[in-house]
C-alpha cells in the first residue's frame, strides 16, 4: 500500500482564503484592518527566513503586518519596552515575537510580557492554561494547523490512538491537549520513553516532532496509520522531516511530506490566529 500524501500548500491555501474572507469581513463589520506585529532580535539567518515569508503571507491576505527589527546586543528591558508599546497600539492585533531569541534575554519573560489577547502564536502561560483547561482561545500555530488538517482530510479522531513523539511547548504539549479534547486517546512520547517503536505502532495517527531526521521507520508504524512530520530539519543543505518518508509512505496510510506538508499550515494558522486576534479583542469577547 503506498500512502495518500495529504498535501499541507493544498489545505493551507483554503486557511488562507477563509483568513482573506474574514479580513474582508472585518473591514465591512467593524472597519478594522487585523494588524501583525513581527519582532526579530538579531541575525540569524532561518528567523530572517520564517519572518519574511510571514510578513508576506499577511501582505497576500490583507493583512496589516509591521515587521520590528532589533539588533543582536538590544537589551531585555528595550524588548519589553517595545512589546509593551505594541500591546497599547489599536492598529496591532497579533504580537509575535521570533524565537530563539539571543542567550542574554529570558524567552519566558518575554513571552509573558506580550497581551495574552494579542499573543497569536499562543505560547502565554494564559493561552496555553486556558488550552490544558478546555477553552481554546489562541492556540500555538503548529499543531492547531495539524488539527485543520487532519479535519479538513476528513481524518476521524474520536475513540482513535494518537501517539506525539515529543512534548514541547510549541508543539508535542499542545497538540496532545488539542487531541484529547477531539476525544482521541493520547500518548505522548519523549527521550525517556521505554518501548518507543511499540507505542508508535499502536497509533491511528503518529505524530512526529522530534527533531532527527528520519527517526521514524516503517517498523513504528501501524500499517494505514496516518502520520504526520512536524520535523524540519537540514541534511546536507535540503531540508528533512522526522520520517523516513519513502519508506514509511510504503506502510502508512496517509503522510505529509517535508516540505510541503505542516510548515504551510503553520504560516497559514498565524494568519488565521491574527484574524481570531481581533474577533477576541471585542468587548463581549471577555479577552482583555
Ligand atoms: P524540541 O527540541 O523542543 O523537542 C523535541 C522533542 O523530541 C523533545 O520532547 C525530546 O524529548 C524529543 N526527543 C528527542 N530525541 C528523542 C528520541 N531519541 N526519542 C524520543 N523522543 C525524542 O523540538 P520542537 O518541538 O520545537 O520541534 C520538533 C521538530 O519540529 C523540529 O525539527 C522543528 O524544527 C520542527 N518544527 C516544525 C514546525 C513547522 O512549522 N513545521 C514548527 C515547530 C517545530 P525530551 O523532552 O525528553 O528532551
Request: with cysteine; aromatic share 2%.
Amino acid at each position: 500500500m503506498t500512502a495518500k500524501i495529504l498535501d499541507g500548500n493544498w489545505f493551507a491555501g483554503q486557511i488562507r482564503e477563509r483568513v482573506r474572507n474574514e479580513v474582508v469581513s472585518l473591514q465591512q463589520e467593524l472597519g478594522i484592518t487585523p494588524g501583525l506585529a513581527v519582532i526579530i532580535v538579531g541575525d540569524n539567518p532561518a528567523s530572517q527566513v520564517y519572518v519574511n515569508r510571514k510578513h508576506k503571507a499577511c501582505g497576500e491576505t490583507g493583512i496589516h503586518s509591521v515587521v520590528i527589527r532589533l539588533a543582536e546586543q538590544t537589551t531585555q528591558n528595550e524588548l519589553l519596552q517595545k512589546i509593551e508599546e505594541l500591546n497599547r497600539d489599536g492598529s496591532i492585533h497579533g504580537i509575535l515575537v521570533q524565537l530563539p531569541l539571543p542567550a542574554h534575554i529570558d524567552e519566558m519573560v518575554i513571552l509573558q510580557a506580550i497581551s495574552p489577547a494579542k499573543d497569536v502564536d499562543g505560547f502565554h502561560p494564559f493561552n496555553m492554561g486556558s488550552l490544558a483547561a478546555g477553552r481554546e482561545l489562541l492556540v500555538p500555530c503548529t499543531p492547531a494547523g495539524i488539527v485543520r488538517l487532519l479535519e479538513m482530510a476528513g481524518i476521524d479522531l474520536e475513540g482513535k490512538r494518537a501517539v506525539i513523539i515529543g512534548r514541547s511547548n510549541i508543539v508535542g504539549k499542545p497538540m496532545a491537549l488539542l487531541l484529547l479534547s477531539r476525544n482521541a486517546t493520547v500518548t505522548v512520547c519523549h527521550s525517556r520513553t521505554r518501548e518507543l517503536a511499540a507505542i508508535a505502532r499502536e497509533a491511528d495517527i503518529l505524530i512526529a516532532a522530534v527533531g532527527k531526521p528520519g527517526f521514524v521507520k516503517p517498523e513504528m508504524v501501524k500499517p494505514g496509520a496516518v502520520v504526520i512530520d512536524v520535523g524540519i530539519n537540514r541534511v546536507e543543505g535540503k531540508l528533512a522531516g522526522d520520517v523516513d518518508f519513502p519508506a514509511v509512505r510504503e506502510v502508512a496510510g496517509a503522510i505529509t511530506p517535508v516540505p510541503g506538508g505542516v510548515g504551510p499550515l503553520t504560516i497559514s494558522m498565524l494568519l488565521a490566529n491574527t484574524v481570531k486576534a481581533v474577533r477576541l479583542l471585542q468587548p463581549t469577547a471577555g479577552v482583555k
